[in-house]
Protein backbone atom coordinates (compact mmCIF):
# COMPACT_ATOMS: atom_id res chain seq x y z
CA UNK A 1 0.00 0.00 0.00
CA UNK A 2 1.18 3.26 -1.15
CA UNK A 3 1.88 5.74 1.24
CA UNK A 4 2.81 8.70 -1.24
CA UNK A 5 1.00 8.58 -4.37
CA UNK A 6 1.74 10.71 -7.51
CA UNK A 7 -0.90 9.77 -9.74
CA UNK A 8 0.06 11.11 -13.12
CA UNK A 9 2.90 9.39 -14.69
CA UNK A 10 3.49 11.98 -16.69
CA UNK A 11 2.58 15.49 -17.73
CA UNK A 12 3.81 17.44 -20.66
CA UNK A 13 3.25 21.61 -20.41
CA UNK A 14 4.14 24.34 -22.69
CA UNK A 15 7.47 26.16 -22.24
CA UNK A 16 6.67 29.36 -20.44
CA UNK A 17 3.46 28.13 -18.97
CA UNK A 18 2.68 26.80 -15.07
CA UNK A 19 3.48 23.29 -14.47
CA UNK A 20 1.80 22.04 -11.50
CA UNK A 21 2.70 18.50 -9.82
CA UNK A 22 0.44 16.78 -7.48
CA UNK A 23 1.11 14.20 -4.41
CA UNK A 24 -0.78 12.87 -2.29
CA UNK A 25 -0.30 11.41 1.13
CA UNK A 26 -2.45 8.68 3.45
CA UNK A 27 -0.53 8.87 6.64
CA UNK A 28 -1.06 11.72 9.15
CA UNK A 29 2.48 11.43 11.09
CA UNK A 30 4.03 12.79 7.59
CA UNK A 31 5.66 15.93 9.15
CA UNK A 32 8.24 16.81 6.26
CA UNK A 33 7.90 16.71 2.81
CA UNK A 34 10.70 16.90 -0.59
CA UNK A 35 10.40 17.20 -3.70
CA UNK A 36 13.51 15.80 -6.28
CA UNK A 37 14.08 16.23 -9.41
CA UNK A 38 15.78 13.44 -11.42
CA UNK A 39 17.61 13.67 -15.00
CA UNK A 40 18.20 10.31 -16.89
CA UNK A 41 21.05 8.48 -16.05
CA UNK A 42 21.92 10.73 -13.03
CA UNK A 43 20.53 10.36 -8.98
CA UNK A 44 18.03 12.60 -8.12
CA UNK A 45 18.64 15.83 -6.94
CA UNK A 46 17.01 17.68 -3.98
CA UNK A 47 14.45 20.60 -5.45
CA UNK A 48 12.29 22.09 -2.27
CA UNK A 49 10.70 20.75 0.65
CA UNK A 50 8.76 22.11 3.05
CA UNK A 51 7.86 21.25 6.73
CA UNK A 52 3.95 20.48 8.02
CA UNK A 53 4.03 23.70 9.96
CA UNK A 54 3.99 25.65 6.49
CA UNK A 55 1.51 25.98 4.11
CA UNK A 56 3.57 27.36 1.12
CA UNK A 57 7.39 27.88 0.71
CA UNK A 58 9.04 29.22 -2.45
CA UNK A 59 12.44 29.32 -3.70
CA UNK A 60 12.61 31.18 -7.32
CA UNK A 61 10.70 29.28 -9.87
CA UNK A 62 9.50 26.45 -7.70
CA UNK A 63 6.52 26.61 -4.69
CA UNK A 64 5.37 24.08 -2.90
CA UNK A 65 1.78 23.60 -1.25
CA UNK A 66 0.55 21.75 1.18
CA UNK A 67 -2.94 21.04 2.41
CA UNK A 68 -2.86 18.89 5.33
CA UNK A 69 -6.39 18.64 5.74
CA UNK A 70 -6.53 17.06 2.36
CA UNK A 71 -2.81 15.10 2.46
CA UNK A 72 -2.44 16.91 -0.74
CA UNK A 73 0.90 18.43 -1.81
CA UNK A 74 1.86 20.28 -5.15
CA UNK A 75 4.58 21.78 -6.92
CA UNK A 76 4.09 24.39 -9.09
CA UNK A 77 6.63 25.66 -11.80
CA UNK A 78 6.75 29.35 -12.91
CA UNK A 79 7.64 29.86 -15.69
CA UNK A 80 8.16 26.37 -17.12
CA UNK A 81 11.51 26.03 -19.00
CA UNK A 82 13.16 23.45 -21.03
CA UNK A 83 15.63 22.07 -18.85
CA UNK A 84 12.75 21.58 -16.62
CA UNK A 85 12.21 18.01 -18.26
CA UNK A 86 12.85 15.55 -16.31
CA UNK A 87 11.26 13.42 -13.37
CA UNK A 88 9.68 14.50 -10.11
CA UNK A 89 9.72 12.69 -7.07
CA UNK A 90 8.01 13.53 -3.95
CA UNK A 91 8.94 12.09 -0.79
CA UNK A 92 7.79 12.26 2.94
CA UNK A 93 8.93 11.07 6.54
CA UNK A 94 7.44 11.10 10.01
CA UNK A 95 8.78 12.29 13.23
CA UNK A 96 11.35 10.47 14.94
CA UNK A 97 11.07 8.23 12.11
CA UNK A 98 13.30 10.09 9.29
CA UNK A 99 13.16 7.25 6.63
CA UNK A 100 11.88 8.88 3.46
CA UNK A 101 8.65 7.39 1.64
CA UNK A 102 8.65 8.04 -1.88
CA UNK A 103 6.41 8.27 -4.48
CA UNK A 104 6.95 6.70 -7.90
CA UNK A 105 7.53 9.85 -9.61
CA UNK A 106 5.83 12.02 -12.53
CA UNK A 107 8.13 12.31 -16.15
CA UNK A 108 7.35 16.36 -16.97
CA UNK A 109 8.07 17.13 -20.39
CA UNK A 110 8.28 21.26 -21.50
CA UNK A 111 7.29 21.66 -24.97
CA UNK A 112 9.24 24.49 -27.17
CA UNK B 1 29.62 17.38 -7.61
CA UNK B 2 29.48 15.92 -3.60
CA UNK B 3 31.70 13.10 -3.93
CA UNK B 4 29.67 10.16 -4.17
CA UNK B 5 30.24 7.61 -6.60
CA UNK B 6 28.78 4.47 -7.57
CA UNK B 7 30.58 0.89 -9.31
CA UNK B 8 30.01 -0.57 -11.62
CA UNK B 9 27.64 1.96 -13.81
CA UNK B 10 25.87 -1.24 -15.31
CA UNK B 11 26.11 -5.16 -14.88
CA UNK B 12 24.21 -7.99 -16.42
CA UNK B 13 24.46 -11.32 -14.06
CA UNK B 14 23.21 -14.38 -14.05
CA UNK B 15 20.37 -15.76 -11.53
CA UNK B 16 21.94 -17.33 -8.54
CA UNK B 17 25.46 -15.79 -8.70
CA UNK B 18 26.35 -13.42 -5.63
CA UNK B 19 26.49 -9.52 -7.21
CA UNK B 20 28.33 -6.61 -4.79
CA UNK B 21 27.98 -3.02 -5.82
CA UNK B 22 30.01 -0.50 -4.31
CA UNK B 23 29.45 2.90 -2.91
CA UNK B 24 32.29 5.43 -2.57
CA UNK B 25 32.09 9.05 -0.95
CA UNK B 26 34.71 11.25 0.04
CA UNK B 27 32.43 13.91 1.92
CA UNK B 28 32.81 11.98 4.99
CA UNK B 29 29.05 11.47 6.13
CA UNK B 30 28.07 9.92 8.63
CA UNK B 31 24.65 8.11 6.75
CA UNK B 32 25.19 6.19 4.16
CA UNK B 33 21.50 4.62 2.31
CA UNK B 34 20.93 1.99 -0.95
CA UNK B 35 17.72 2.39 -2.52
CA UNK B 36 16.47 0.31 -5.58
CA UNK B 37 13.94 2.30 -7.89
CA UNK B 38 11.71 0.45 -10.02
CA UNK B 39 8.22 1.44 -12.55
CA UNK B 40 5.93 2.27 -10.40
CA UNK B 41 7.20 2.52 -7.06
CA UNK B 42 9.94 5.38 -7.13
CA UNK B 43 12.61 4.71 -4.72
CA UNK B 44 12.99 2.16 -1.47
CA UNK B 45 15.07 1.80 1.07
CA UNK B 46 17.00 -1.49 1.35
CA UNK B 47 19.41 -1.09 4.20
CA UNK B 48 20.90 2.17 5.58
CA UNK B 49 24.29 3.07 7.81
CA UNK B 50 24.53 5.13 10.53
CA UNK B 51 28.43 5.22 11.13
CA UNK B 52 31.23 1.99 10.49
CA UNK B 53 30.16 -1.39 11.11
CA UNK B 54 26.22 0.13 12.31
CA UNK B 55 23.69 -0.75 9.36
CA UNK B 56 20.04 -1.84 9.72
CA UNK B 57 17.00 -2.79 7.13
CA UNK B 58 14.54 -0.78 5.25
CA UNK B 59 11.38 -1.38 3.76
CA UNK B 60 12.96 -4.05 1.13
CA UNK B 61 15.93 -5.85 3.19
CA UNK B 62 14.89 -9.19 1.95
CA UNK B 63 17.63 -11.15 -0.72
CA UNK B 64 20.19 -7.84 0.31
CA UNK B 65 23.48 -7.51 2.89
CA UNK B 66 25.11 -4.83 3.31
CA UNK B 67 28.84 -3.86 5.16
CA UNK B 68 30.22 -0.76 5.78
CA UNK B 69 34.12 -1.25 6.96
CA UNK B 70 35.50 2.56 6.26
CA UNK B 71 33.30 5.36 6.45
CA UNK B 72 33.87 6.00 2.92
CA UNK B 73 32.67 2.78 1.93
CA UNK B 74 29.20 1.27 1.56
CA UNK B 75 28.87 -2.14 0.09
CA UNK B 76 25.48 -3.73 -1.00
CA UNK B 77 25.29 -7.48 -1.74
CA UNK B 78 23.05 -9.37 -3.50
CA UNK B 79 23.73 -12.88 -1.80
CA UNK B 80 22.00 -15.12 -4.69
CA UNK B 81 20.73 -12.39 -8.03
CA UNK B 82 17.35 -12.98 -8.90
CA UNK B 83 15.34 -11.78 -11.88
CA UNK B 84 13.10 -9.88 -9.41
CA UNK B 85 16.49 -7.96 -8.40
CA UNK B 86 16.84 -6.54 -11.59
CA UNK B 87 16.71 -2.65 -10.99
CA UNK B 88 18.07 0.41 -11.12
CA UNK B 89 20.10 0.90 -7.40
CA UNK B 90 20.78 4.29 -5.92
CA UNK B 91 23.25 5.25 -2.84
CA UNK B 92 22.76 8.35 -1.14
CA UNK B 93 24.50 10.07 1.49
CA UNK B 94 23.70 12.20 4.94
CA UNK B 95 25.54 14.27 7.32
CA UNK B 96 22.78 14.33 9.29
CA UNK B 97 20.13 11.69 10.66
CA UNK B 98 17.33 14.45 9.51
CA UNK B 99 15.36 13.35 6.00
CA UNK B 100 17.07 16.23 4.04
CA UNK B 101 20.40 16.84 2.58
CA UNK B 102 20.50 13.54 0.70
CA UNK B 103 22.85 13.67 -2.16
CA UNK B 104 22.65 10.50 -4.70
CA UNK B 105 24.75 8.67 -6.64
CA UNK B 106 24.50 8.23 -10.55
CA UNK B 107 23.41 4.94 -10.04
CA UNK B 108 23.44 1.19 -11.17
CA UNK B 109 21.42 -0.64 -13.22
CA UNK B 110 21.50 -4.26 -12.46
CA UNK B 111 20.18 -6.82 -14.81
CA UNK B 112 19.60 -10.24 -13.87
CA UNK B 113 19.12 -12.66 -16.41
Known amino acids: DQQVKQNSPSLSVQEGRISILNCDYT??????FLWYKKYPAEGPTFLIS???IKDKNEDGRFTVFLNKSAKHLSLHIVPSQPGDSAVYFCAASGEGNYQLIWGAGTKLIIKP | DAGITQSPRHKVTETGTPVTLRCHQTENHRYMYWYRQDPGHGLRLIHY???????DKGEVSDGYSVSRSKTEDFLLTLESATSSQTSVYFC????????????FGSGTRLTVV
Open chain 1, 50 to 52: ISS
Open chain 2, 49 to 55: SYGVKDT
Open chain 2, 92 to 103: AISLDRGPYGYT
Open chain 1, 27 to 32: NSMFDY
